[in-house]
């Protein structure tokens, strides 16, 4: 698995919108990495593996030995089924293309080179494709959370890769650099989603809008800027290091000047004016990361041994039960052999529409047709900025009443991503 250089191409959405981040999380040491990016990271390996054997995903095998350090077979279908969603996009790509293709994986590129940043921001491609006019990158989304194809990782990885075709005064072989992100179990419908650019256009987007935003993160008196998008994923924010963060979070949800130390004080809600009212809104994610982040780092401190006065861990509810045996040929073997009939350990029933739909992403045909079999109720209503792409419910007009959700992220020209749920997870 790669490394992570302090300017990484995966860390440039924090660059560009925190100048302290970078400098302020080399001092940290990482936090280990949670189950979805292990779980991630052997999908993101099966589809290394198909591409470089030209194997469908779905016939590689559990390895013998394990390929990373938090290398965990289990839920091996699931991971074969998402990573061959990928593989099987650059083979129509490639089907489609009517003249010499080529597919790579896992390439290494290093986008600073442009800059004369020669290292510290390195990162590797999930696939890039070259055709007679193209050059694409693709990368492989796992996960839920939705990063739409203008991401700046993307736009990074494309310059790195169009590196090792420039020659100065001479034109690159492929007009159009399109950046692609695949991802078969976001939240978006849209699993594949691409956004087509000149190189001019990538070079006028690194030297007016990162390369500035780079030198004051490397500069010597970086400022922290708070915002959800930047301390989602930052480790000061994960470690509960940032008192920008935490003081901003505070007086934003508050509307109250007050210092870290003290009882946070909340205010009558009907005492807010429209614009405090508003400005609570914009704050509910960023609050809601940071309250996630403070209870992760508490019961962390509690799980590795230490103390907090007031607190202590206890057991949650009994989980579910699992089957001992994983390997499902194995487990049908032994259950057959308690003489119970197949319909009462594995009848079969049809699968749910979201499932059925995707299992056919790559069947235009059988898909529309299945579409036609299935309903999508209208959604409940839920609060959303003006600035949102979906029109005004207006209520009494036949819609349901009812919050069901605040879609806080729907100002920003990037779609809405899943709100994180206040994360009280680990305490009862
Ligand atoms: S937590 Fe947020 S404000 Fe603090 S350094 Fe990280 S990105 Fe910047």
């Not at 490394?3 to 040491?29: F, G, M, N, Q």
């Not at 007009?175 to 939240?187: A, F, H, K, M």
Request: include cysteine.
């Amino acid at each position: 698995m790669s490394h992570h250089a302090r300017h990484s191409p995966s860390r440039a959405k924090r660059d560009l919108v925190c100048a302290a981040a970078a400098s302020r999380e080399a001092l940290l040491t990482p936090s280990p990495s949670g189950k979805a990016a292990a779980w991630g990271t052997d999908s993101h390996w099966i589809l290394e593996q198909a591409l470089l054997t030209d194997t469908p995903c779905t016939h590689i095998n559990v390895p013998a030995e394990a390929p990373h350090d938090e290398f965990d077979p289990s839920d091996w279908d699931e991971k074969q089924r998402r990573a061959q969603f990928a593989f099987a996009y650059a083979q129509r790509v490639k089907a489609q293309a009517g003249g010499p293709v080529s597919i790579r994986a896992e390439e290494r590129v290093y986008p600073g080179r442009w800059l004369g940043i020669f290292d510290d921001m390195d990162g590797s491609v999930d696939i890039t494709i070259i055709t007679a006019i193209m050059l694409e990158i693709v990368d492989y989304k796992s996960g839920r959370m939705h990063v739409p194809a203008t991401d700046p990782q993307l736009k990074l990885y494309a310059l790195g890769m169009v590196l090792e075709y420039y020659v100065e005064g001479q034109p690159l072989p492929f007009t159009t650099i399109r950046c692609t992100i695949v991802q078969p179990n976001g939240s978006d419908p849209e699993a594949v989603r691409s956004v087509d650019y000149t190189f001019q256009e990538l070079y006028a987007w690194l030297t007016d809008v990162y390369s500035p935003a780079l030198a004051a993160s490397n500069g010597p008196d970086p400022v922290a800027t708070p915002s959800e998008e930047g301390c989602r994923w930052c480790e000061c924010s994960k470690q509960n290091t940032c008192r920008e963060l935490a003081t901003t979070a505070l007086h934003q949800i508050t509307q109250v000047e007050q210092p870290i130390d003290a009882t946070p004080y909340l205010p009558e809600i009907g005492g807010l004016s429209d614009s405090e009212l508003c400005k609570v809104l914009d704050a509910v994610p960023l609050f809601e990361g940071w309250i996630k982040n403070v209870t992760e780092h508490i019961f962390n401190r509690l799980n590795d041994g230490g103390t907090l006065p007031g607190y202590k861990l206890v057991r949650k509810r009994v989980g579910r039960a699992t089957w001992t045996e994983k390997d499902d040929k194995k487990l049908r073997s032994k259950l057959k052999n308690k003489k119970l009939p197949i319909d009462v350990y594995a009848p079969r029933t049809v699968l749910s529409p979201a499932q059925l739909l995707k299992a056919l992403a790559d069947q235009p045909d059988k898909l529309a047709s299945v579409k036609l079999l299935t309903h999508r109720p209208e959604g409940g209503l839920k609060l959303a900025p003006d600035s949102s792409s979906s029109p005004a419910i207006v209520p009494g007009s036949g819609a349901a009443f009812g919050i069901t959700d605040l879609d806080e992220t729907a100002s920003t020209e990037t779609p809405a991503q899943p709100a994180q749920s206040a994360a009280f997870s680990c305490l009862e």
